[in-house]
């Protein structure tokens, strides 16, 4: 299965928003509302930012939003903030019964 | 709070099989609601999903490591395996364990804090 495909990298000022954008085919993010979105700061374990394309798990801010249009999937984070530098990766379940997961994004805070 | 903890060799050889155990607590890896899974990070490089279990024992698995790769749940013991057999240099990552939301296609919500397996002679 071919991972699904992001920006290598994004970056944004404090108080701006930035978007990542996660592209599969089809057969994953556009055939199922099953994208998530995991934030992961250096030496650390993946963190559950976003599930099914839009929910937040309880406790995560509300300035990280989720969506999707056809075989794309975006990330949104608004109000960013220095805590918000780290790699951002999504998934999706697949037609195989499967996960894959984007090549990642790092994000930078100027 | 549920916790999961990897544990196993930091070291294997190439051509040998790499074996990982994940302990749960605060939580039951015989619950009817959730799949348990695995997910391994080349150092510097990204996420690669591997494979889940059930507590019923039905595993998915990653296909391009399908046919080296065996996953197993210990009810008894609240634990679930992985084996990577006949691994090489390209098998040194951390490995993570995790679990899935309910219902194995949604995300990961809770995750083990990762161990580095080097394969090296």
């Known amino acids: 299965q071919s991972a699904l495909t992001q920006p290598a990298s994004v970056s944004g000022s404090p108080g701006q928003s930035i978007t990542i954008s996660c592209t599969g085919t089809s057969s994953d993010v556009g055939g199922y509302n099953y994208v998530s979105w995991y934030q992961q700061h250096p030496g650390k374990a993946p963190k559950l930012m976003i599930y099914?394309?839009?929910d937040r798990p309880s406790g995560v801010s509300n300035r990280f939003s989720g969506s999707k249009s056809g075989n794309t999937a975006s990330l949104t984070i608004s109000g960013l903030q220095a805590e918000d530098e780290a790699d951002y990766y999504c998934?999706?379940?697949?037609?195989?019964?499967?996960?894959?997961f984007g090549g990642g994004t790092k994000l930078t805070v100027l | 709070q549920l916790q999961l903890q990897e544990s196993g060799p930091g070291l294997v050889k190439p051509s040998e099989t790499l074996s990982l155990t994940c302990t749960v607590s605060g939580g039951s890896v015989s619950s009817s609601t959730y799949y348990w899974g695995w997910i391994r990070q080349p150092p510097g490089k990204g996420l690669e999903w591997i494979g889940n279990?059930?507590?019923?024992?039905?595993?998915y698995q990653n296909p391009s490591l399908r046919s080296r790769v065996t996953i197993s749940i210990d009810t008894s013991n609240n634990q679930f395996s992985l084996k990577l057999s006949s691994v090489t240099a390209a098998d040194t990552a951390v490995y993570y364990c995790?679990?899935?939301?309910?219902?194995?296609?949604?995300?990961?919500?809770?995750w083990g804090q990762g161990t580095l397996v080097t394969v090296s002679s």
């Open positions: 099914d394309v839009t």
């Open positions: 995790a679990r899935h939301l309910d219902g194995r296609k949604r995300g990961l919500d809770y």
């Open positions: 998934s999706s379940y697949t037609s195989s019964s499967t996960l894959v």
């Open positions: 279990i059930y507590y019923s024992g039905t595993t």
